[in-house]
């Protein structure tokens, strides 16, 4: 199975500031024959269900604000959101989608400082 | 708008069954690989399984194989889980989740509410 890890686990970030979410997955989640990671990020606040902000590590879903940008390939993957805002308060998950068992990294809570 | 409700959820004893249904509205099932994806109480997300646009192709976590079933029955627009022997772990908020296309390898692009499923004597 590919593990996915997240660093930090939790990041306060001030309102206007850049909030930087790293991933890593244990095997590659790169197709070579199409050269895409098959790497999401996901958005889920409390009493809501997930929402999908990133697809193929750099795609961003339709209607996602472009502040949310997700960039890396293989393993290692970073989602950074470029200016915080409150309704940004989440916890973050970066999923692979790549093999089964598909498997998320355990969550980033990021919150104002 | 695209919209998927869960339904079926509840309290069950240890050893118990549940069936989850995923009703679809505002889009076609039959173009999309379909998934459920488990959030256990103050735990992270968890995929469950994923079938197939024909439903000839199913995968599990190994925590629920042999154990859950899942199907679609694409004239009712409607995905299920058959949860059978149910242990205190299968405890959680499930939900239902489209894929980004027909292929298995997407990702969870459209998610329901969820339906909340309690093991416990």
């Known amino acids: 199975d590919i593990v996915m890890t997240q660093s930090p686990d939790s990041l306060p970030v001030s309102l206007g500031e850049r909030a930087t979410i790293n991933c890593k997955s244990s095997q590659s989640v790169l197709y070579s024959s199409n050269n895409k990671s098959y790497l999401a990020w996901y958005q889920h606040k409390p009493g809501q269900p997930p929402k999908l902000l990133i697809y193929w590590a750099s795609t961003r879903e339709s209607g996602v604000p472009d502040r949310f940008t997700g960039s890396g390939s293989g393993t290692d993957f970073t989602l950074t959101i470029s200016s915080l805002q409150a309704e940004d308060v989440a916890v973050y998950y970066c999923?692979?989608?790549?093999?089964?068992?598909?498997?998320f990294g355990p969550g980033t809570k990021v919150d104002i400082k | 708008e695209v919209q998927l409700a869960e339904s079926g959820g509840g309290l069950v004893q240890p050893g118990g069954s549940l069936r989850l249904s995923c009703a679809a509205s505002a889009f076609t099932l039959t173009s999309y690989a379909m998934s459920w994806v488990r959030q256990a109480p103050g735990k992270g997300l968890e995929w469950v399984s994923t079938?197939?646009?024909?439903?000839?192709?199913?995968y599990y976590a190994d925590s629920v194989k042999g154990r859950f079933t899942i199907s679609r029955d694409n004239s009712k627009n409607t995905l299920y889980l058959q949860m059978n022997s149910l242990r205190a772990e299968d405890t959680a908020l499930y939900y239902c989740a489209k894929l980004t296309s027909a292929s298995c390898y997407g990702a969870f692009h459209i998610w329901g509410q969820g339906t909340v499923v309690t093991v416990s004597s």
């Open positions: 079938i197939s646009v024909s439903g000839d192709s199913t």
């Open positions: 999923q692979q989608h790549f093999s089964f068992p598909f498997t």
